[in-house]
């Protein structure tokens, strides 16, 4: 095989993918709405379509069902993250147990308590507004693949004891692998309470109807990169025209946020996906999986995988890429070194599903943050509020974030704006081009820990100044 060829089993198994989400390749993809032309006068605007901007203006409305809201977006309602994610609707506001417990020791046992709140909500929501998305509570387990993971697994779950947290979970190996049976699974930490399993998509249009039906009016192909203050409100900028607002929300995430003290706090990083084609009953047979848990190892350039309703299997994650600049281009949405990589280490992970192709093939921008968690604030003299640095797992945590916005906005103390986790922002990534060298030796770190077993004397700094890099 010539020098850089690729496998010929991996390219026959992604020789037909496609290079668009699986979950957005659908004849069920809603139309979208007209743009903004000319002026809209309201009380809240919403800057953002994906689930922090929805999630927002639905809530924003079920409180005060005659306040008035405008929502853009600037390009189509779940076309971004919220439409390319792996559809797991975590509990955790703190990107894990573990690093809620390294951040917020003290905090943790009440963060764990709202994140369940969280979760409970959403899944009333989806009941209430009959949004049909494949909803189901299956939790999820992360997976040993290497020796030393059993050890944190286990430190971990008495972490979580101690703090008189239940429902976790540690597996030997003939019981990991009689949940999902992989050779490369040596054991597991099972969280049966605190993920649930949809289809990403479906939720963010059924999010989208609920708006529409509850009053608010969406305009997409609306771009906004300007939002200041007008008397005794704000406005907004858009290419047709413009908006007014006593208040607005910015849930722009990853994007370019249109406030500048936002821009340093966030590093977006490139993340990739594949899906499979259905599997046989044999093949359903081989691998077990008959609990529907996600599943991601235990890495930290690791793999998150889950299985759908029409029996494929999505596998995503392990590269992590930031472009010099932070650039967020969709034409580096697709990456064929990665897609390959992907295939590779899923053959390995699951050699009874020899032959198996992939349908699909995608890639996606994260909002990474130094602490990996939601940070919240406000501007413009407590006009505006602002939440971002989801890194990864905003699916659950954005219905947090509106919450917390709305909150700010309204100038209420609750018990979602108490935590120091809310209060306190991360630290700011570096400017360039110390943020890309910065992003890349930790990597580098990150890949030898992954093999060893061993922090070394770059990450165990960046613990004790409290940064980080994650997706």
Known sequence: ???????????????????????????ERPA???????????????VGGGYTGLWSALIAKEREPDRDVVLIEG????????GRNGGFCSASLTHGLGNGMARWPEEVRELERLGAVNLDAIAETVERYDIDCDFERTGEITVATAPHHLAELRSLRDDAR???????????????????????????????????????????????????AAGVRVYEGTPTD?????????????PRGRVFARQAVLATNAFRSPLRRVRPLIAPVHDFALMTEPLTPEQREAIGWRGRQGLADANN????????????????????????GGGTDESR???????????????????????????????????????????????????????????GLGVGATRFGAEVMLDLLAGERTERTAPRMVREKPLPFPPEPVRWAGIGIT?????????????????????????????
């Open 333 to 391: 949405w697709q990456r064929p070194e990665t897609f390959e990589r992907l295939a590779r280490h899923f053959m390995t992970c699951f050699p009874q599903l020899d032959g198996v192709r992939f349908t699909h093939r995608w890639g996606g921008v994260i909002d990474t943050c130094s602490r990996f968690s939601p940070f919240f604030g406000t501007a413009h003299r407590g006009r505006v509020a602002y939440a971002a640095g989801f890194t």
């Open 32 to 46: 979208a709405e007209p743009p903004l032309s000319g002026e809209e006068h309201t009380d809240l605007l919403v």
């Open 301 to 324: 350039h690791f793999h998150y995988f889950r299985i759908t309703t029409d029996h494929r299997i999505l596998w995503g994650g392990y590269d992590v890429v930031y472009h010099f």
């Open 226 to 238: 300007l939002v200041s203050s007008r008397g005794p409100g704000v406005a907004a900028r858009t």
């Open 443 to 471: 990597q580098w770190a990150m890949r030898r820990e992954d093999a060893t077993g061993r922090r070394n004397l770059w990450l165990r700094g960046l613990d004790r100044a409290g940064l980080g890099f994650d997706s």
């Open 1 to 27: 095989m010539a020098a850089g060829a690729m496998n010929p089993v991996v390219a026959r198994a992604l020789a037909d993918a496609r290079p668009v989400p699986a979950w957005l390749d659908t004849p």
């Open 162 to 212: 101690d703090s008189g947290l239940s429902g976790f979970d540690l597996l030997d190996r003939d019981e990991m692998r009689a949940e999902v049976n992989s050779p490369t699974f040596l054991g597991g930490l099972w969280d049966r309470h605190g993920t649930a399993m949809l289809d990403p998509a479906r939720l963010v249009w059924g999010l989208k109807r609920a708006c529409l």
């Open 75 to 82: 390009r189509e309602i779940g076309w971004a993250a919220s």
